[in-house]
């Protein structure tokens, strides 16, 4: 989905279409309504970046606003330093869930193979896919196929070339319904990316954005994706990228073009061999369609250091709420969970964890607060805390109570 939090934020706040909007304030940014008495005309004003103090991060940016230098993961105040008339709104993951779970559904109509990635994204098994309309087994390419058969062998080759190309056309095709029905849907644009496996799919799926449709066929890789960064491929994170760098490879082609040997001398076997292999556009990882979470969590960092003996009303309030939020989680998802922790980072940024595994599964608000807390009594809490966050583990499907 394109800038998903900042779009559907835009479907409720259509004025601020073509501004540069920023999505990760508190419940404090809210717009501030005032409707006219005499024509019943609702006015919005809306707070800005400027002056804006805290440690709240962005989770989203409209484009306009990342043509200013703004973009997700990035901290407020920075944010506020490079754009401060940049609009801020506060995060609403409760609408976005409603908008994820609408396009994901959109998709399904068309192709129920679907790998989801997370709220806003989702890997699509188009083998097998039909247009909306077409029935299983039907082929425009049919009779010319027949007549192909009949022709000399010679002509064989050529019939191969032309039928891989109606395939990928078809897949544009494919492609195009999935865009008009998740649009339809949720009124969003989305871009998608057609290519032979996932690990192309996903680099090409920025290529074109925001509502790109971009096809990678295999003979594209050299033009298309050679071309760009290596940290464009998911898994070369920021060391990886720095080491390949400082070695003189700053394109996907130069990688792929070294030597696999010296791959693994300077990145070990197995890691050497992955970035050989995936410079080459290979990748065999089929769609997973059904995995397990290894856990839930809920964690917030603190606008201000809070203290354990001068803010215990405050923290004790938002504690409750992290163990709300997480039961929620739970409930909705449907499950339980015998590991309950927790996590603190205090001032000087240390993080600390506890957690504790009970007899039974739980959800509930009120018994995961209770755990928790026999995990916080045992850490000190001499220092300022700056983040808190409580987790559950050992998740179990949760048996639904009868009517």
């Not at 074109?208 to 971009?214: A, H, I, V, Y």
């Not at 989680?329 to 600390?352: C, M, P, Q, S």
Request: hydrophobic share 40%; net charge neutral; proline share 6%.
């Amino acid at each position: 989905m394109d800038a998903f939090y900042a779009s559907v934020e835009l479907l409720r706040y259509p004025e601020l279409r073509g501004l540069p909007v920023v999505i990760g304030g508190g419940r404090r940014h809210q717009p501030e309504e005032t409707t006219d008495p005499a024509t019943g005309a609702v006015s919005r004003r809306f707070a800005t970046l400027r002056g804006y103090a805290g440690r709240g991060v962005a989770t989203t940016a409209t484009y306009e606003a990342r043509k200013l230098g703004l973009h997700s993961a990035q901290g407020l105040m920075k944010a506020a330093a490079l754009a401060p008339d940049a609009i801020l709104l506060p995060t609403d993951f409760d609408r976005y869930r409603h908008y994820s779970r609408r396009f994901k559904a959109a998709v399904a109509e068309i192709a129920p193979r679907i790998e989801d990635r997370g709220i806003d994204e989702i890997y699509i098994d188009l083998t097998d896919v039909h247009l909306p309309g077409e029935e299983p087994g039907d082929d425009p390419r049919a009779e010319g196929a027949l007549a192909a058969e009949e022709e000399a062998p010679a002509y064989a080759a050529a019939s191969q070339v032309e039928s891989e190309v109606d395939a990928w056309w078809r897949a544009r095709d494919i492609a195009k319904a999935l865009k008009a029905a998740v649009r339809d849907a949720t009124g969003l644009t989305c871009s998608v990316a057609v290519a032979p496996n996932k690990l192309l799919a996903k680099i090409a799926s920025e290529l074109d954005k925001p509502d790109g449709l971009t096809i990678i066929r295999p003979a594209d890789i050299v033009t298309r994706i050679w071309p760009l960064p290596p940290k464009r491929i998911n898994g070369i994170g920021p060391k990886a990228s720095a080491a390949l760098d400082e070695l003189g490879i700053a394109t996907i082609g130069q990688l792929a073009r070294a030597d696999l040997a010296w791959l693994m001398d300077k990145f070990g076997r197995n890691y050497g061999a992955w970035l050989h292999r995936v410079a080459q556009g290979h990748d065999d990882r089929d769609i997973v369609t059904e995995s397990e979470p290894v856990s839930i969590s809920r964690e917030t960092t603190f606008e201000r250091d809070l203290s354990a003996k001068r803010d215990r009303a405050e923290l004790s309030e938002i504690f409750t709420e992290l163990c709300e939020r997480l039961a929620g989680d739970l409930e909705r998802k449907g499950y339980a969970g015998r590991t309950v922790g927790i996590k603190l980072r205090f001032d000087n940024f240390r993080t600390v964890t506890r957690d504790q595994t009970l007899d039974v599964p739980i959800r509930d608000a009120q018994a995961i607060r209770h755990a928790a807390g026999l995990c916080l009594k045992r850490v000190p809490l001499e220092r300022r805390i700056r983040l808190l966050g409580v987790r559950m583990a050992s998740l179990t499907p949760a048996v639904r109570e009868a009517p």
